[in-house]
């Protein structure tokens, strides 16, 4: 069983930069896989970026080169740093963990981004 609480999301302009945190209940070192997803209004939730356990990581295209995910071990937890933000970004943004590449995954609550232009 792993809890996941994010944090950080809140509203900002056109070209800023926010920081999310997923803080996870249990040592994340052995996790398979963590990321985050986001869903908008009317829309599929979507992978934003992962990374596993050695650190490889995928990103979906829109968020190449502006979003950056990261994992603290020592702090059970995982970043997504987000810059040059568009309004395209707004969206509920969630975490996700899978324990196993086979395990069917762990979910926060989400937390919400909101880019104005």
């Known amino acids: 069983q792993v809890q996941l609480v994010e944090s950080g999301g809140g509203l900002v302009q056109a070209g800023e930069s926010l920081k999310l945190s997923c803080a996870a209940s249990?040592?994340?070192?052995?996790?398979?896989?963590m990321g985050w997803y986001r869903q908008a209004p009317g829309k599929s939730r979507e992978l934003v970026a992962s990374i596993t356990s050695v650190g490889s990581t995928t990103y979906a295209d829109p968020v190449k080169g502006r979003f950056t995910i990261s994992r603290d071990n020592a702090r059970n937890t995982v970043y997504l740093q987000m810059n040059s933000l568009k309004p395209e970004d707004t969206a509920v943004y969630y975490c996700?963990?899978?324990?196993?590449?086979?395990?069917?995954?762990?979910w926060g609550q989400g937390t919400q981004v909101t880019v104005s232009s």
């Open positions: 996700n963990a899978k324990v196993t590449s086979l395990a069917l995954p762990y």
């Open positions: 249990r040592t994340i070192f052995s996790i398979n896989t």
